[in-house]
């Protein structure tokens, strides 16, 4: 199954704003939106926000989601060093009767 | 809280079979499609099998289609995942996920090889 673009890695300040992109087709990201998991090392993915920018009690307001079109995007603002991670986004693909996730991207923060 | 705990993952030779089961709690199972991810060494998240609430429909990669079945016990708020003919590439952590995956269990280890 094909899979959702995102970039390998992004790299930032403390402090900064990162974001990251996901670009899939009309089929899933343009059809019901992206969910955003964030997988620190050793640590099973997490969610952060689903179809655009719900987010689950326990996520941070720093962690907003949106989307346009085929492609969702994620931003983190005030960066700090514990959001080092690694960030996937995932979605339902109504063609394939599937999950499909982007390769993940790897978040250094300087 | 919801918890999701998977259990049955080990060391297994190339063709050989294994049981995934994870347990979940603190939400009403059957109201929830489950699914399957897994997790190769150092590797992305790979979606491999879903089943709704009902445990109907269900829905394979083509990584496992033939190879793997997912099922479920509403009444025991339990889910498997029967793996067969396995080989050195099915070697990862197998999470079991609720619905938009939403919660996500601990993971099990699953190692094919000889």
């Known amino acids: 199954q094909a899979g959702l673009t995102q970039p390998p890695s992004v790299s930032k300040g403390l402090r900064q704003t990162a974001t990251i992109s996901c670009t899939g087709n009309r089929d899933n990201v343009g059809n019901q939106g992206a969910a955003w998991l964030q997988q620190r090392q050793g640590h099973p993915p997490r969610l952060l926000a689903y179809r655009d920018n719900n987010r689950p009690s326990g996520s941070s307001e720093r962690f907003s989601a949106s989307r346009s079109g085929n492609t969702a995007s994620l931003t983190i603002t005030g960066l700090q060093s514990e959001d080092e991670a690694n960030y996937y986004c995932?979605?339902?693909?109504?063609?394939?009767?599937?999950?499909?996730f982007g390769g993940g991207t790897k978040l250094t923060v300087l | 809280e919801v918890q999701l705990v998977e259990s049955g993952g080990g060391l297994v030779q190339p063709g050989g079979s294994l049981r995934l089961s994870c347990e979940a709690s603190g939400f009403t199972f059957s109201s929830f499609g489950m699914n399957w991810v897994r997790q190769a060494p150092g590797k992305g998240l790979e979606w491999i099998s879903h089943?709704?609430?009902?445990?109907?429909?269900?829905f394979y990669a083509d990584s496992v289609r033939g190879r793997f079945t997912i099922s479920r016990d509403n009444a025991k708020n339990s889910l498997y995942l029967q793996m067969s003919s396995l080989r050195a590439e099915d070697t990862a952590v197998y999470y079991c996920?609720?619905?938009?995956?939403?919660?996500w269990g601990q993971g099990a280890l699953v190692n094919v090889s000889s």
């Open positions: 995932s979605a339902w693909d109504s063609n394939l009767s599937a999950w499909v």
């Open positions: 996920v609720r619905g938009v995956v939403d919660y």
């Open positions: 089943i709704s609430g009902s445990g109907s429909p269900i």
